[in-house]
């Protein structure tokens, strides 16, 4: 029988491991505050059973979940359905977008340990949160493809470490344990494993064709463990910390605005 990963949060990252949860045998139930008829189209393009339920439905289901929502929104996760479940955080926080909050800025906390704070009894782990959109499905590849590539993931608990390092080489990563959640900080948007090496490098003088089509084709070279937990381990915080434009690629920028004006146009 096939394991069940609930999904809360239906954007890109969201639909993105969705897709990628289910081509890897998954029983996906994604869910997100609109409810599960706004997902009727997101589950039929996806396929291999894969099904949308409210929040409440979707978590009671099993006891791996990710949260795929923005940072702005982490206490609306219902802290009472959660206790006891494994959590894969993949939030990140970009103040332009989630608004400022006073003791992450200031480094007094991660953000996830401030999830962590807000779902006490869930065990959380940061994971699968430092890839674009695009690469996060682009960039997986199966067991022992010489393209397979490593991404870090903390958490206070070595068992849900364990079941997240599970999952995410079922679909498509090695997974590299870089120790608790007060260590987050060296993953997070600004820091030098943040999105920038899963992605190809476009020479500043490309065209806008031409960074496309190296952004969207060419496949970045993988990192292996060790080189994960180097960079980890010699990674600064950024200051100010959180994410901001000039951390991303100008082309992802651009597939970002175009992927909403997309859905804009779709709803009209």
């Known amino acids: 029988m096939a394991e069940t990963i609930a999904i809360v949060g239906s954007g890109m990252i969201g639909s993105g491991l969705a897709r990628l949860a289910a081509s890897a045998g998954y029983d996906v139930v994604i869910s997100n505050t609109r409810g599960p008829e ?35 929104a982490y206490d609306k996760l219902p ?7 494994t959590v894969i955080d993949t939030l990140n926080y970009y103040p332009m977008r989630d608004g400022e909050m006073p003791d992450v800025s200031a480094a007094k906390i991660t953000t996830s340990e401030l999830l962590q704070q807000h779902l006490e009894g869930a065990k959380v782990v940061k994971a699968l949160h430092n890839l674009d959109f695009y690469h996060l499905v682009a960039n997986a590849r199966p067991a022992g493809h010489p393209e397979r590539t490593t991404l870090p993931l903390a958490g206070n608990d070595p068992e849900a470490n364990a079941k997240v390092a599970d999952f995410m080489r079922a679909i498509g990563y090695d997974a590299c344990d870089i120790g608790p ?10 820091t030098k ?3 920038w090496p899963y ?18 084709e060419v496949t970045p070279a993988p990192l292996s463990m060790a080189q994960v937990a180097e960079m980890a381990k010699n990674a600064t915080r950024s200051n100010p910390v959180g994410g901001f434009t000039h951390d991303l690629p100008d082309i992802h ?15 009209q």
């Open 181 to 190: 959640l007060s260590e987050s900080r060296r993953i997070e948007p600004g």
């Open 199 to 216: 992605v190809p490098q476009i020479p500043t003088d490309a065209s806008p064709e031409e960074a496309r089509r190296i952004y969207l």
């Open 193 to 195: 494993i943040y999105v």
């Open 253 to 267: 920028i651009n597939m970002v605005g175009e992927v909403y004006q997309g859905r804009a146009v779709q709803s």
């Open 79 to 85: 802290a009472n359905l959660l206790q006891g479940k």
């Open 38 to 72: 706004s997902l009727a189209e997101l589950v039929a393009e996806i396929g291999n059973g894969a099904r949308a339920a409210s929040v409440a439905d979707a978590i009671a289901q099993t006891d791996l979940i990710i949260a795929a929502v923005p940072m702005g």
